[in-house]
T-cell receptor, first 114, second 113 residues
């Protein structure tokens, strides 16, 4: 299994540009989520999904959209990038919606918005 | 929602000494408390976890304790080694709703020779 994969690894955008961060997992996990990591602020939940077709907001959802059309994929869309969205983004997944399953992280995408 | 506080933000120990990182949580219904280690430039990786029906769990040099009454849990690393240097995150998982995992702000551990 490849586990949780993310593309791209690095991205530089200009303010106002849009882009999609890709996330995929091959473990047949029900639950997928996106976090952003900023210095001194830990990992903050952006959006999550408990299964195909079901998504919900986390702690910091503004400026981001998600969809879950398949079990495997959970892309994160930035519609109009802002410098405040400069961060490292991690996708994560776990087997079931149940909270006690181990959550696995992807390798991350480092995004810079100029 | 859940709120997790983590202390200290930085911790420096001598090789061979013990390190302790403490976290508190706000939601008494939270039932799962994992600890992640993140090396520079890498993804967070689970090192140990504890469920609310257990008070202590140990895995070789690392252990986690949970005090549900006081709503705090701690990570203990004994006989620290240079390769233990990393950022450590605690987290707490809500029950119900989206079973969201809320993270602390991290502890930078440095093990000095």
């Amino acid at each position: 299994n490849a586990g949780v994969t993310q593309t791209p690894k690095f991205q530089v955008l200009k303010t106002g540009q849009s882009m999609t961060l890709q996330c995929a997992q091959d473990m047949n996990h029900e639950y997928m989520s996106w976090y952003r990591q900023d210095p001194g602020m830990g990992l903050r939940l952006i959006h999550y999904s408990v299964g195909a077709g079901i998504t919900d907001q986390g702690e910091v959802p503004n400026g981001y959209n998600v969809s879950r059309s398949t079990t495997e994929d959970f892309p994160l869309r930035l519609l109009s990038a802002a410098p405040s969205q400069t961060s490292v983004y991690f996708c994560a997944s776990r087997l079931r919606r149940t909270s006690t399953d181990t959550q696995y992280f992807g390798p991350g995408t480092r995004l810079t918005v100029l | 929602g859940e709120n997790v506080e983590q202390h200290p933000s930085t911790l420096s120990v001598q090789e061979g000494d013990s390190a302790v990182i403490k976290c508190t949580y706000s939601d008494s219904a939270s039932n799962y408390f994992p600890w992640y280690k993140q090396e520079l430039g890498k993804r967070p990786q689970l090192i140990i976890d504890i469920r609310s029906n257990v008070g202590e769990k140990k895995d070789q040099r690392i252990a986690v304790t949970l005090n549900k009454t006081a709503k705090h849990f701690s990570l203990h690393i004994t006989e620290t080694q240079p390769e233990d240097s990393a950022v450590y995150f605690c987290a707490a998982s809500e029950t119900g709703g989206g079973n969201k995992l809320t993270f602390g702000t991290g502890t930078q551990l440095k093990v000095e020779l």
